[in-house]
């Protein structure tokens, strides 16, 4: 059955936007008395028929909702930095979103070669890939913020830096980490995180943790993390 976004859906029936419209009329050239399913964002999952098959304000008459769908007892926040390769950390917003992630912030570090992100594209992409992987709840992808003012402002969950030097004392994330708690993870560019910024952490309570003896893109790490807290909460 295919899914759409609807931010805002309330009440017996809705129209989609022109976007969505177009693409379930035009695109899949579905009809009236088709099923659909409609995500809001917020974690609602809705069962709806096609009464209208305008193809710029497409009427649902909604036949249920499923409040918190499949509503996770833990949030994951991973803190990464941007790429030189803007289509990389693309693909790692999108397939983190599969996966399961609450909130992205692209992190600015020492070492870090590309500072900005397209915010409105990457919250595109989150849409697409909720609606392919049929999350209910949009993950949040905040603006760029340097490493220090980062680590000085959170303040939930069980805190961890992956880096890569093996002259420091390092964990692996099930070794620290807990099923059912919050966690946030740091993920350096491809230059690592520098000693300072590894220190600062420290002292904020950070635990280094490492993701295995393979070296990883940024990219790849960022998922290896994500998966590593999806499969401990499984």
């Given at each position: 059955?295919?899914?759409?976004?609807?931010?805002?859906?309330?009440?017996?029936?809705?129209?989609?936007?022109?976007?969505?419209?177009?693409?379930?009329?035009?695109?899949?050239?579905?009809?009236?008395?088709?099923?659909?399913?409609?995500?809001?964002?917020?974690?609602?999952?809705?069962?709806?028929?096609?009464?209208?098959?305008?193809?710029?304000?497409?009427?649902?008459?909604?036949?249920?909702?499923?409040?918190?769908?499949?509503?996770?007892?833990?949030?994951?926040?991973?803190?990464?930095?941007?790429?030189?390769?803007?289509?990389?950390?693309?693909?790692?917003?999108?397939?983190?979103?599969?996966?399961?992630?609450?909130?992205?912030?692209?992190?600015?570090c020492?070492?870090?070669?590309?500072?900005?992100?397209?915010?409105?594209?990457?919250?595109?992409?989150?849409?697409?890939?909720?609606?392919?992987?049929?999350?209910?709840?949009?993950?949040?992808?905040?603006?760029?913020?340097?490493?220090?003012?980062?680590?000085?402002?959170?303040?939930?969950?069980?805190f961890?830096?992956?880096?890569?030097?093996?002259d420091?004392?390092?964990?692996?994330?099930?070794?620290?980490?807990r099923?059912?708690?919050?966690?946030?993870?740091?993920?350096?560019?491809?230059?690592?995180?520098?000693?300072?910024?590894?220190?600062?952490?420290?002292?904020?309570?950070?635990?280094?943790?490492?993701?295995?003896?393979s070296r990883?893109?940024?990219e790849?790490?960022?998922?290896?993390?994500?998966?590593?807290?999806?499969?401990?909460?499984?």
């Amino acid at each position: 059955m295919q899914v759409f976004y609807a931010p805002g859906i309330s009440g017996s029936s809705w129209s989609l936007d022109e976007k969505e419209s177009k693409h379930i009329i035009r695109v899949l050239r579905m009809k009236k008395g088709d099923p659909v399913k409609v995500i809001d964002g917020k974690g609602n999952l809705y069962e709806a028929l096609i009464a209208d098959p305008d193809q710029k304000r497409c009427l649902l008459e909604v036949i249920s909702v499923t409040r918190d769908f499949e509503n996770r007892n833990y949030r994951l926040h991973i803190a990464i930095s941007p790429l030189k390769n803007p289509e990389r950390f693309e693909w790692f917003v999108e397939k983190a979103v599969e996966i399961g992630v609450d909130e992205i912030t692209p992190l600015i570090c020492r070492y870090t070669e590309k500072t900005s992100v397209k915010t409105e594209r990457l919250r595109s992409i989150i849409i697409s890939a909720m609606k392919q992987s049929l999350k209910a709840r949009a993950t949040i992808i905040n603006k760029p913020e340097s490493f220090n003012d980062f680590i000085n402002a959170v303040n939930d969950g069980v805190f961890m830096i992956a880096h890569c030097r093996g002259d420091k004392a390092r964990k692996t994330i099930p070794e620290v980490y807990r099923k059912g708690d919050n966690a946030v993870i740091l993920i350096g560019p491809e230059g690592d995180f520098s000693e300072e910024e590894i220190d600062a952490a420290g002292r904020r309570a950070f635990i280094p943790v490492h993701l295995g003896s393979s070296r990883l893109r940024t990219e790849t790490a960022g998922i290896a993390a994500c998966h590593s807290i999806y499969f401990i909460n499984q």
